[in-house]
């Protein structure tokens, strides 16, 4: 079974043209780095419809689209973004292309219905997360949203974001009754905890150890730790290896690493004591340069790496682990 653990569909704001201009800002280092947009100064128009930025980043996209887009996959987890403001403006997962049967004209208010009516468009295929926001309209309401959308809409995760909007996950007062009533829903919740480039994303935040609190107070809360915990990935392991609920998603970080790379960094977590089989795959898709046939096929080759360094390979029935049956189990679609 191969599964994407992380993608991302339809819009992030009823304004498509401040979709647009979130994902510019973004992806404006990768582009940066690669050469391809001036460092010293911002990009003009032209040097960005050139390097196709201006069609990254949050590219809003359809179910037909996300299906295409994972040839040979499985399954497909769909996250909701929850409603915070931005600028003055009220961003979050919406459908602006008309491809749910959600009432109402779009907004983010409605981030868990327009996921859960994609999800049943193709229940064999797509997995929705559910997303609250203890800020938006306080603990309590984020709480019974959280409810609703798995005992009323069938959403089966949860998908938190503490550094874009601005919460810590250590916080006993936003934070706690959200993980208890994930514990009382027994729901998987992958978390953001890790770095952003986003200029309003709070770093201070965003660190794999303040899931501390979290591990020890909700043992039961199966938690991945999105990206890996980058720039923190060190940090984001040893938590994977103190708490045994604990799991890494790989999105982000195996889109900055070579093939080589990746191989010894497997190599290297079964020495900090993190076993293979806590490692999930993730693409984040369809954000920038994060293709998942490629990301897989890169999961899939490490042992090629191995044979040519003259190493140890990685037995393939852990590979296959991290490409589907770990988060598989996660989810509890094999035993």
């Given at each position: 079974?191969?599964i994407?653990?992380?993608t991302?569909?339809?819009?992030?704001?009823?304004?498509?043209?401040?979709?647009?201009?979130?994902?510019?800002?973004g992806?404006?280092?990768?582009?940066?780095?690669q050469?391809?947009?001036?460092?010293?100064?911002?990009?003009?128009?032209?040097?960005?419809?050139?390097?196709?930025?201006?069609?990254?980043?949050?590219?809003?996209?359809?179910?037909?689209?996300?299906?295409?887009?994972?040839?040979?996959?499985?399954?497909?987890?769909?996250?909701?973004?929850?409603?915070?403001?931005?600028?003055?403006?009220?961003?979050?997962?919406v459908?602006?292309?008309?491809?749910?049967?959600?009432?109402?004209?779009?907004?983010?208010?409605?981030?868990?219905?327009?996921?859960?009516?994609?999800?049943?468009?193709?229940?064999?295929?797509?997995?929705g997360?559910?997303?609250?926001?203890?800020?938006?309209?306080?603990?309590?309401?984020?709480?019974?949203?959280?409810?609703?959308?798995?005992?009323?809409?069938?959403?089966?995760?949860?998908?938190?974001?503490p550094?874009?909007?601005?919460?810590?996950?250590?916080?006993p007062?936003?934070?706690?009754?959200?993980?208890?009533?994930?514990?009382?829903?027994?729901?998987?919740?992958?978390?953001?905890?890790?770095?952003?480039?986003r200029?309003?994303?709070?770093?201070?935040?965003?660190?794999?150890?303040?899931?501390?609190?979290?591990?020890?107070?909700?043992p039961s809360?199966?938690?991945?730790?999105?990206?890996?915990?980058?720039?923190?990935?060190?940090?984001?392991?040893?938590?994977?290896?103190?708490?045994?609920?604990?799991?890494?998603?790989?999105?982000?970080?195996?889109?900055?690493?070579t093939?080589?790379?990746?191989?010894?960094w497997?190599?290297?977590?079964?020495?900090m004591?993190?076993p293979?089989?806590?490692?999930v795959?993730?693409?984040?898709?369809?954000?920038?340069?994060?293709d998942p046939?490629?990301?897989?096929?890169?999961?899939?080759?490490?042992?090629?790496?191995?044979?040519?360094?003259?190493?140890?390979?990685?037995?393939?029935?852990?590979?296959d682990?991290?490409?589907?049956?770990?988060?598989?189990?996660?989810?509890?679609?094999?035993?």
């Amino acid at each position: 079974m191969i599964i994407d653990a992380h993608t991302h569909i339809l819009g992030l704001a009823a304004d498509p043209a401040f979709t647009a201009e979130y994902g510019r800002e973004g992806s404006l280092c990768i582009y940066r780095a690669q050469g391809k947009l001036p460092s010293h100064r911002m990009p003009t128009e032209a040097e960005y419809g050139a390097c196709g930025l201006s069609h990254d980043g949050f590219l809003e996209i359809g179910p037909s689209e996300m299906i295409a887009g994972h040839p040979g996959f499985d399954r497909i987890v769909l996250l909701a973004m929850s409603p915070q403001f931005l600028d003055g403006r009220l961003i979050g997962t919406v459908d602006n292309l008309g491809v749910t049967s959600v009432p109402g004209p779009p907004t983010p208010e409605k981030c868990n219905d327009y996921i859960a009516d994609v999800q049943g468009q193709h229940p064999d295929t797509f997995i929705g997360f559910a997303s609250v926001n203890p800020n938006y309209k306080g603990v309590k309401a984020a709480v019974a949203e959280l409810e609703r959308a798995v005992t009323e809409l069938g959403l089966q995760g949860l998908k938190l974001y503490p550094m874009y909007q601005h919460w810590s996950p250590a916080d006993p007062i936003l934070s706690f009754p959200i993980f208890e009533k994930a514990a009382e829903l027994d729901i998987p919740v992958l978390v953001h905890q890790a770095g952003s480039t986003r200029v309003d994303a709070r770093m201070d935040f965003a660190r794999p150890a303040l899931l501390d609190d979290i591990g020890r107070n909700f043992p039961s809360v199966r938690l991945l730790i999105a990206h890996c915990g980058t720039p923190w990935v060190e940090e984001a392991m040893f938590m994977c290896t103190k708490h045994p609920n604990f799991f890494a998603e790989l999105s982000y970080h195996i889109s900055t690493v070579t093939t080589e790379e990746l191989y010894r960094w497997l190599l290297h977590l079964e020495q900090m004591f993190v076993p293979l089989e806590k490692v999930v795959f993730g693409s984040d898709y369809p954000g920038f340069t994060y293709d998942p046939v490629h990301l897989r096929d890169k999961v899939l080759s490490v042992n090629e790496v191995a044979r040519k360094l003259d190493m140890p390979e990685i037995p393939q029935a852990k590979l296959d682990g991290i490409l589907g049956d770990n988060f598989a189990r996660i989810m509890r679609l094999i035993d």
